[in-house]
C-alpha cells in the first residue's frame, strides 16, 4: 500500500534538527506497520511552522501534541491514540512509563541557589526554598504547554497566599528557547519538560550553565492523536505505534531518541492535566 497524498503526519514534540534524521527513521517504521494494518499514511512527516497547523488540520492522520491539548485547545478536534515511552533522565526520579514531569532549571551560578539540599526547591510540590525566587522572572514556551507553563504554576501552588511568587514571564515558544533566555539572563527560572531537558543537555550548549533544582509532579507524557474526522483508524494506528516502537527497541535510533516503548491511551486519562491547569489558573502565580 502506498501513501494518502490527502493525509499529513507530524511527530513535532522532540523533533530538534539534531535528531530529526532519527525522528525520520522512526517515522519510517511506523509507516510499515500503518500499511501493513490497511492505513494509508504519508510517506514523509509535516514539519509545520506551528503547532496549531498540524493538530487543527481534519486531515492530521497522526501527531502528537502536549497532554493538555487533548483536554483543552485541541478538545473535539483530535482523539487520543498513545504515548511514546521515552527512557528515564540519568541522574534524574524515574517516572512511570508514558509520564513525563518537568525540571526546574536556574543558572548555576545564581546565588539564590547555593546551598540548597538534595531536594533543592522541592520535587512533585515546592518547598520553603522556593521562596528564594521570589520575584524571579520565569521563561516558559507558551500558557498553551502543561510542562513548559502550567506545571510551574500547580508546583508552587502551596506558595501563594500572600499572593504571586513570581515576577515577570517572558514568553520564548520552545523549551530550548527557555533553556537559552535563562542562560544568557533574560530570566531566572524555568520549566523545561524532562525529555527536552535531556536533549538540551545532548544538543544545546546553553544548558551547561545551569542546574536541576527541582521536578513536578508527573502527568501522561506528550500524546499521539488523529484528528476526529479520521478517528475510524485510530484502532489500527494504535496497534501500529505499538509494533512500531517494538521493532526499534535496541536500535541505534531508539538509543539516540531515548524511546523504548508505546503505551496505549484513553482520553479520560489526561483529565488530571486539565484539573491541574484549571486549579492553577484559579491562583495566579506570577505578576
Known amino acids: ?52 497547523e498540524l493538530w487543527g488540520d481534519p486531515s492530521m492522520i497522526l501527531g502528537q501534541v502536549c497532554s493538555l491539548n487533548p483536554v483543552r485547545d ?9 504515548t ?7 541522574g534524574l526520579p524515574d517516572q512511570e512509563p508514558g509520564t ?21 526547591i522541592g520535587h512533585r510540590s515546592a518547598n520553603d526554598s522556593i521562596r528564594r525566587f521570589t520575584g524571579a522572572t520565569v521563561a516558559a514556551n507558551g500558557t498553551d504547554s502543561q510542562s513548559g507553563y502550567w ?6 501552588d502551596d ?3 500572600d499572593g504571586p ?14 533553556v537559552r533566555a535563562v542562560a544568557d539572563g533574560r530570566a531566572d527560572l524555568a520549566a523545561i519538560d524532562v525529555h527536552s531537558w535531556r536533549l538540551a543537555m545532548e544538543h544545546e550548549p546553553a544548558s551547561s550553565g545551569l542546574t536541576v533544582i527541582g521536578t513536578t509532579e508527573p502527568t501522561p507524557g506528550v500524546v499521539c492523536v488523529v484528528s476526529w474526522e479520521l478517528k475510524q483508524h485510530r484502532a489500527a494506528l494504535d496497534a501500529a505505534l ?46
Open 165 to 178: 511568587l513570581f515576577d515577570d514571564v517572558i514568553f520564548t515558544a520552545a523549551h530550548r528557547e527557555s
Open 242 to 287: 505499538a509494533e512500531a516502537l517494538d521493532s526499534l527497541a535496541g536500535s541505534e535510533t531508539a538509543a539516540r531518541l531515548h524511546v523504548n516503548g508505546y503505551r496505549s491511551r484513553r482520553l479520560e486519562e489526561f483529565q488530571v492535566v486539565a484539573d491541574r491547569v484549571e486549579h492553577a489558573a484559579r491562583h495566579p502565580w506570577h505578576r
Open 74 to 82: 485541541g478538545l473535539g478536534e483530535t482523539e487520543v491514540i498513545g
Open 84 to 90: 511514546i515511552v521515552y527512557e528515564p533522565a540519568r
Open 159 to 161: 506558595h501563594l497566599v
Open 100 to 120: 513525563y514531569y518537568s525540571v526546574l532549571v536556574a543558572r548555576s551560578d545564581d546565588t539564590r541557589c547555593a546551598g540548597l539540599g538534595r531536594d533543592g
Open 1 to 52: 500500500m502506498s501513501g494518502d497524498s490527502r493525509f499529513i503526519a507530524g511527530l513535532p514534540m522532540y523533533d530538534w534538527p539534531e535528531v530529526q534524521g532519527d525522528v525520520d527513521r522512526l517515522w519510517a517504521t511506523i509507516v510499515t506497520a500503518a500499511r501493513d494494518r490497511g492505513v494509508a499514511v504519508p510517506d514523509r512527516l509535516k514539519r509545520a511552522e506551528t503547532l496549531i
Open 151 to 156: 506545571s510551574l504554576g500547580h508546583f508552587i
